[in-house]
């Protein structure tokens, strides 16, 4: 397994922060896992509240936890709720469910981390999200369209969200 490096996940954080800026979004924060779900790297803009760096990690967990994008591990929920209140109870960390957890893939679909943003509605959360992947020339799952990559990856395909303004 390919591990994210650091400064990879600084330039993720800054993908987002820019796709922030160049929309004129409120305050985010983002949060970058490991493969592992473990915290790589979180970052605050000035002006969010106390809150944001839990809901933030709690996105890019749901998006690991089930490996799809965490607007996904929401549709599920309202799809099977007992499924996803027993999942929740085994969980070893929190999960979100809203928007804005996007696993992080490389060239190969293999999941190398998620990032979680939170801080302006969640479609564009989403979508800073997935700016500050692509920023580090990674992958998400939306980028994937050859079905035997699909498949092999285990990729769980949603339309991806677009800029609104």
């Known amino acids: 397994m390919r591990a994210i490096t650091l400064d990879e996940a600084m330039t993720i954080i800054n993908g987002c ?4 800026k160049s929309h004129k979004l409120r305050p985010l924060t983002a949060v970058i896992l490991d493969a592992g779900g473990r915290l790589k790297a979180a970052l605050k803009q000035d002006g969010c509240a106390i809150l944001r760096f839990e809901i933030a990690y709690g996105k890019a967990y ?3 936890s089930m490996g799809r994008p965490s607007r996904l591990v929401l549709q599920k929920q309202r799809e099977k709720p007992v499924f996803m209140e027993n999942l929740m109870d085994l969980a070893d960390g929190p999960m979100f469910l809203e928007a804005g957890g996007q696993l992080i893939r490389d060239a190969t679909g293999e999941v190398i981390g998620a990032v979680g943003v939170t801080g302006d509605v969640g479609e564009m959360d989403d979508v800073c999200a997935v700016a500050g992947i692509h ?3 990674y992958k998400t799952c939306s980028d994937f369209s050859d079905p035997e990559v699909i498949r ?6 949603a339309t991806p969200q677009t800029s609104t303004a």
């Open 152 to 157: 092999a990856a285990n990729v769980k395909v």
């Open 17 to 20: 922060f820019g796709a922030a």
């Open 62 to 64: 749901a998006a690991l």
């Open 135 to 137: 920023a580090a020339g």
